[in-house]
């Protein structure tokens, strides 16, 4: 396939000013690194500094800290972007409206990008970030020179979560969530699986279908549809592709080659792999060069991430916050530890995903030999319903025997007291608790020294 090298992608012959609010979000972070290689200058805000936030200061976006506020909009502003979280009231956007400054939601932003581009969305309710971050591994090391923004941070692109290409190829992960891929345009798509989530929003799985039906059938009639045949809604889809089908499960040659070329552990990791691979076949890439990139893929960041070491047990991170994430990741780590004690310290990430499939979380810690449960974690500024007292952190807690604690202070002093040299703990969740791996190994360290 030809590789043609593009033109830098440019709105205008002069600078222009863009305003991204939360831009500490993983995705408006990587649209906002977009523009500034394209010579925007670009600002934002967000409420809560974060390793993301550093990151965009350190190569020289500006970013605001704390309440927003509308004397941080530009007035010379040609584009405000938010993310989903950012409500038509929030002052920022209010003073965006006031100066008659457009605005757009990250997917619609990111879907004026995947209609400049050949671009290639990485969707599915679970393995998106990791999916997409093999797949531009493959294509660099092909030599297609892709733009990639992925909802990730990889060592790879310097602990970022975006890639400046030189090609016409742009990469994305497509998010479901709002319907925000049916915002783009793409020339090919990866399906990795169907599942119940994002209830909240879709109610039922018959309209998460209808989305994921409505995605699949945007992509170019030239392009292609890669389904994972082992997910049953996925497998479902393949009629309604317009370009070209094409299919990956587990129980192959191909599977086999694979797992004993691959880093990372889980069935899981192997299904985004054989996704990957399969797209990167029909683009005539050759079986060595796809074989060489994955087996260099070392994970991404949150994915079952090795942090370091608390009194002799080894501490992972994972931001694994659906049921079938949860037993996706603790059966990768009875994979890789067969024999060691494994530690589960999960944080439920919104009250109402966890009323919805709370049987699903009840059945999701079998292979975990130790669980502790933290109360559950409330994004700033969504609106949720109020905590379930039948559906509660607490009550899981108790349904699994698991012990609960609504501090991570609690923690610290339930390991110092149970944890043995050599035991796996897996920290886990989408919210605040990603602050816990730092404070045990400082705790461990402490305990050490005295």
């Given at each position: 396939?030809?590789?043609?090298?593009?033109?830098?992608?440019?709105?205008?012959?002069?600078?222009?000013?863009?305003?991204?609010?939360?831009?500490?979000?993983?995705?408006?972070?990587?649209?906002?690194?977009?523009?500034?290689?394209?010579?925007?200058?670009?600002?934002?805000?967000?409420?809560?500094?974060?390793?993301?936030?550093?990151?965009?200061?350190?190569?020289?976006?500006?970013?605001?800290?704390?309440?927003?506020?509308?004397?941080?909009?530009?007035?010379?502003?040609?584009?405000?972007?938010?993310?989903?979280?950012?409500?038509?009231?929030?002052?920022?956007?209010?003073?965006?409206?006031?100066?008659?400054?457009?605005?757009?939601?990250?997917?619609?932003?990111?879907?004026?990008?995947?209609?400049?581009?050949?671009?290639?969305?990485?969707?599915?309710?679970?393995?998106?970030?990791?999916?997409?971050?093999?797949?531009?591994?493959?294509?660099?090391?092909?030599?297609?020179?892709?733009?990639?923004?992925?909802?990730?941070?990889?060592?790879?692109?310097?602990?970022?979560?975006?890639?400046?290409?030189?090609?016409?190829?742009?990469?994305?992960?497509?998010?479901?969530?709002?319907?925000?891929?049916?915002?783009?345009?793409?020339?090919?798509?990866?399906?990795?699986?169907?599942?119940?989530e994002h209830l909240d929003f879709y109610k039922s799985l018959d309209k998460i279908k209808q989305a994921f039906k409505?995605?699949?059938?945007?992509?170019?009639?030239?392009?292609?549809?890669v389904l994972n045949m082992d997910n049953t809604a996925a497998r479902a889809l393949k009629k309604h592709v317009r370009?070209?089908?094409?299919?990956?499960?587990?129980?192959?040659?191909?599977?086999?080659?694979?797992?004993?070329?691959?880093?990372?552990?889980?069935?899981?990791?192997?299904?985004?792999?054989?996704?990957?691979?399969?797209?990167?076949?029909?683009?005539?890439?050759?079986?060595?060069?796809?074989?060489?990139?994955?087996?260099?893929?070392?994970?991404?960041?949150?994915?079952?991430?090795?942090?370091?070491?608390?009194?002799?047990?080894?501490?992972?991170?994972?931001?694994?916050?659906?049921?079938?994430?949860?037993?996706?990741?603790?059966?990768?780590?009875?994979?890789?530890?067969?024999?060691?004690?494994?530690?589960?310290?999960?944080?439920?990430?919104?009250?109402?995903?966890?009323?919805?499939?709370?049987?699903?979380?009840?059945?999701?810690?079998?292979?975990?030999?130790?669980?502790?449960?933290?109360?559950?974690?409330?994004?700033?500024?969504?609106?949720?319903?109020?905590?379930?007292?039948?559906?509660?952190?607490?009550?899981?807690?108790?349904?699994?025997?698991?012990?609960?604690?609504?501090?991570?202070?609690?923690?610290?002093?339930?390991?110092?007291?149970?944890?043995?040299?050599?035991?796996?703990?897996?920290?886990?969740?989408?919210?605040?608790?990603?602050?816990?791996?730092?404070?045990?190994?400082?705790?461990?360290?402490?305990?050490?020294?005295?």
């Amino acid at each position: 396939m030809p590789r043609r090298i593009a033109k830098k992608v440019s709105h205008v012959k002069s600078r222009k000013l863009i305003y991204c609010i939360g831009i500490g979000g993983i995705g408006v972070s990587a649209l906002a690194r977009w523009y500034k290689s394209q010579d925007w200058v670009v600002s934002g805000s967000d409420i809560k500094s974060s390793i993301v936030t550093q990151g965009l200061i350190k190569e020289g976006i500006r970013v605001f800290i704390g309440p927003h506020k509308a004397s941080y909009v530009p007035k010379q502003s040609s584009l405000v972007v938010y993310s989903a979280d950012i409500i038509a009231s929030n002052p920022e956007r209010r003073e965006a409206r006031r100066l008659g400054i457009p605005q757009n939601s990250y997917a619609e932003a990111l879907g004026v990008l995947t209609r400049q581009y050949k671009t290639i969305a990485v969707a599915g309710a679970h393995g998106k970030s990791t999916t997409t971050a093999m797949v531009a591994l493959i294509l660099i090391r092909a030599g297609f020179y892709p733009t990639v923004i992925v909802g990730t941070r990889l060592r790879e692109f310097g602990d970022t979560n975006f890639r400046a290409g030189k090609s016409e190829w742009l990469i994305i992960e497509a998010d479901e969530h709002h319907k925000s891929f049916l915002n783009y345009k793409p020339f090919a798509a990866i399906l990795t699986n169907l599942d119940r989530e994002h209830l909240d929003f879709y109610k039922s799985l018959d309209k998460i279908k209808q989305a994921f039906k409505k995605f699949i059938s945007s992509v170019h009639r030239d392009g292609y549809v890669v389904l994972n045949m082992d997910n049953t809604a996925a497998r479902a889809l393949k009629k309604h592709v317009r370009g070209q089908a094409l299919f990956y499960a587990l129980n192959n040659t191909r599977a086999k080659i694979i797992k004993k070329n691959l880093k990372v552990p889980g069935a899981h990791n192997l299904s985004n792999a054989l996704a990957a691979d399969k797209l990167a076949e029909a683009l005539g890439i050759p079986s060595v060069v796809r074989l060489s990139a994955l087996s260099k893929f070392r994970g991404t960041w949150r994915r079952f991430e090795y942090r370091g070491l608390y009194r002799g047990a080894r501490i992972y991170d994972d931001y694994a916050h659906h049921p079938t994430e949860i037993r996706a990741t603790l059966a990768g780590a009875r994979e890789v530890f067969p024999k060691r004690r494994i530690w589960c310290i999960f944080q439920p990430h919104h009250t109402e995903r966890l009323r919805l499939l709370f049987q699903e979380f009840i059945k999701a810690f079998l292979a975990a030999d130790q669980v502790v449960i933290l109360e559950t974690y409330s994004v700033t500024g969504r609106s949720r319903k109020k905590n379930d007292k039948n559906h509660n952190a607490k009550t899981l807690a108790s349904r699994i025997g698991a012990r609960y604690t609504a501090e991570q202070d609690d923690v610290l002093r339930m390991l110092e007291s149970d944890t043995r040299r050599g035991d796996i703990i897996i920290v886990m969740g989408a919210g605040d608790i990603r602050t816990l791996p730092e404070k045990l190994i400082g705790h461990g360290k402490v305990k050490n020294r005295s």
